[in-house]
């Protein structure tokens, strides 16, 4: 989430054996190509993602009715500023840091976008919400889709802004709906707050899973205190959908100004990005009802911890890989062991992760509280997963905290890619 993902707080979870990640769709080239030093200065060679927006056709930046709206909740705009960079102007320079992954939300790049990400080295992950958007990005050129499901927190990725209301669709629907239909890896976003949801979505057809708000609460997040202590315990009922804050449809706490956009006579929120400009500059100036900061909550926010030796520390923050040889337990012979430090407490029952063969505990030693061991052997962890013209199961990944880690027949643990 831009604004919520520090250098330190990727440096940690690259430390766990992560890939770290920052939204960039706020920085100027030079923000993003100082984040990237830092990030490297604390971390060396890890891997890491920058993110960001395609954006939205030009839209009307009349905010009259809006101004006049927020003037009513006791505030007072600071001067408009200037627009900000171009999205060309932060692409080139997310180019120029040469990330690991250069993400996309919003819609996608072009060919001479793709072929630009290529050439650096970089590997291309769109965010799709719908099966249909899965299919474009990877005719586009797509090296894997990550799938949002309607629970995650933050921006709704839709391509058309008009749509966003309308594409309401929960993870566990979507998932298996657009692994059947693409043949690129797929990650999955949204609730992803424990060991049961990562088992359910690697069941499900992911190869990865793409974790936010459970990392928020983090030392190393340092979000806002107030913003903080309202994700404590949070019920999936208390985060709501809403334009107030960017315009763009985005999930976070129900805070009385949020509540306020939806009251009898409350105009729309303006198109973004303007009211992210319009409700920025009464943050410069005197607030008045603004919530200070974009209150952004996934429904799965109350299992996020303040504890970070849940996510990296010495008791699970290393992720240990062992082979392990099960000869005819399942197809493949040899099955690779890998232990994943999860966000929160892994149901404590062991068999939790099965083999779809016979429904038996596979190779499953060594488990720590907070850690789930899970086994691959050469297709994806779940049912066999067909796309268009594929004739075999595709080859499966699993997923420390936000780091896929591919595994191969018969060779050790590939690092390969996932987000944050």
């Known amino acids: 989430m831009a604004g919520a993902c520090p250098p330190e707080l990727a440096a940690a979870v690259a430390a766990a054996g992560g890939m770290g990640a920052a939204g960039v769709v706020n920085d100027t080239p030079e923000t993003i190509a100082g984040w990237a030093a830092r990030f490297r200065a604390l971390a060396g060679p890890a891997?890491?993602?920058?993110?960001?927006?395609?954006?939205?056709?030009?839209?009307?930046d009349d905010v009259g009715?809006?101004?006049?709206y927020l003037d009513t909740l006791g505030g007072t705009p600071a001067p408009a500023g200037g627009p900000g960079p171009s999205f060309d102007e932060q692409l080139a320079?997310?180019?120029?840091?040469?990330?690991?992954?250069?993400?996309?939300?919003?819609?996608?790049l072009t060919a001479e976008q793709v072929t630009a990400v290529h050439g650096a080295g970089c590997a291309w992950f769109a965010t799709v919400t719908t099966r249909a958007e899965a299919v474009a990005a990877q005719r586009a050129g797509a090296d894997a889709v990550v799938v949002q499901g309607m629970e995650a927190g933050g921006h709704?990725?839709?391509?058309?802004?008009?749509?966003?209301?309308?594409?309401?669709?929960?993870?566990?629907?979507?998932?298996?709906?657009?692994?059947?239909?693409v043949d690129v890896p797929v990650v999955a976003a949204g609730a992803v707050g424990d060991g049961r949801a990562l088992a359910a979505a690697l069941?499900?057809?992911?190869?990865?899973?793409?974790?936010?708000?459970?990392?928020?609460?983090?030392?190393?997040a340092g979000i806002d205190e107030?913003?903080?202590?309202?994700?404590?315990?949070?019920?999936?009922?208390?985060?709501?959908?809403?334009?107030?804050?960017?315009?763009?449809?985005?999930?976070?706490?129900?805070?009385?100004?949020?509540?306020?956009?939806?009251?009898?006579?409350?105009?729309?929120?303006?198109?973004?990005?303007?009211?992210?400009?319009?409700?920025?500059?009464y943050r410069a100036g005197e607030p008045g009802a603004v919530d200070r900061v974009n209150l952004w909550a996934g429904q799965a926010a109350g299992r996020a911890t303040t504890d970070p030796r849940r996510r990296w520390s010495a008791g699970c923050g290393?992720?240990?890989?062992?082979?392990?040889?099960?000869?005819?337990?399942?197809?493949?012979?040899?099955?690779?062991?890998?232990?994943?430090?999860?966000?929160?407490?892994?149901?404590?029952?062991?068999?939790?992760?099965?083999?779809?063969?016979?429904?038996?505990?596979?190779?499953v030693a060594g488990v720590a509280d907070g850690?789930?061991?899970?086994?691959?052997?050469?297709?994806?962890?779940?049912?066999?997963?067909?796309?268009?013209?594929?004739?075999?199961?595709?080859?499966?990944a699993q997923i420390c905290c936000a780091r896929a880690v591919r595994v191969g027949h018969g060779g050790p643990p590939d690092v390969s890619a996932a987000s944050v």
Do not use: K
């Open 47 to 60: 891997p890491f993602q920058l993110n960001l927006w395609v954006p939205d056709p030009p839209a009307d």
């Open 65 to 68: 009715l809006q101004t006049a």
């Open 93 to 108: 320079a997310v180019v120029a840091a040469r990330p690991t992954v250069v993400s996309t939300i919003m819609g996608l």
């Open 156 to 181: 709704r990725g839709t391509a058309d802004p008009a749509d966003a209301e309308a594409v309401s669709v929960g993870l566990l629907a979507l998932l298996p709906w657009v692994a059947d239909a």
């Open 203 to 220: 069941t499900l057809g992911a190869s990865a899973v793409q974790v936010g708000t459970a990392l928020l609460r983090s030392p190393e």
């Open 226 to 281: 107030g913003w903080s202590a309202r994700l404590d315990g949070l019920d999936p009922t208390g985060t709501t959908t809403t334009r107030a804050y960017t315009g763009r449809l985005a999930r976070g706490i129900a805070t009385d100004f949020v509540r306020a956009w939806t009251l009898p006579g409350a105009p729309p929120p303006a198109p973004y990005p303007h009211q992210r400009r319009l409700v920025a500059r």
């Open 318 to 363: 290393a992720m240990r890989r062992r082979c392990c040889r099960e000869p005819g337990s399942v197809p493949g012979g040899v099955h690779h062991v890998v232990e994943l430090p999860l966000l929160g407490a892994v149901d404590e029952r062991r068999d939790l992760v099965r083999g779809v063969d016979q429904h038996r505990p596979l190779g």
């Open 371 to 396: 850690d789930l061991a899970v086994v691959e052997y050469g297709e994806l962890h779940g049912p066999p997963v067909r796309g268009p013209g594929r004739a075999t199961p595709r080859h499966g």
